[in-house]
């Protein structure tokens, strides 16, 4: 089992900047990738970006060059900065983890994020 605490979400303006993390606690060792997705009202989950254990990233379209995924392997924590903020990048964000064996995933609780014009 993998727990994934949440922090850093928040209100900002339009152009802003916010940083969140994740870190995993429990059987950190199987953990592979991870990520964030977010899910604005009325709308599906939707991918941010990942990482894998190597550094490997996987940002959205909607996202490069303003949002930037890092890991910290050491402290099992990912973060995502996100800078240039806009109004439709509100949502809540969702910390991502899958792990090595049986691929298995886990989600945080989410952490909500509001851009305002």
């Known amino acids: 089992q993998v727990q994934l605490v949440e922090s850093g979400g928040g209100l900002v303006q339009a152009g802003g900047s916010l940083r969140l993390s994740c870190a995993a606690s429990?059987?950190?060792?199987?953990?592979?990738?991870m990520g964030w997705y977010r899910q604005a009202p009325g709308k599906q989950r939707e991918l941010v970006a990942t990482?894998?254990?190597?550094?490997?990233?996987n940002p959205a379209d909607s996202v490069k060059g303003r949002f930037t995924i890092s890991r910290d392997n050491a402290k099992n924590t990912v973060y995502l900065q996100m800078n240039s903020l806009k109004p439709e990048d509100t949502a809540v964000y969702y910390c991502?983890?899958?792990?090595?064996?049986?691929?298995?995933?886990?989600w945080g609780q989410g952490t909500q994020v509001t851009v305002s014009s």
């Open positions: 429990g059987s950190t060792f199987s953990i592979n990738t």
């Open positions: 990482i894998t254990k190597s550094g490997s990233t």
């Open positions: 991502y983890i899958q792990t090595v064996l049986l691929s298995l995933e886990y």
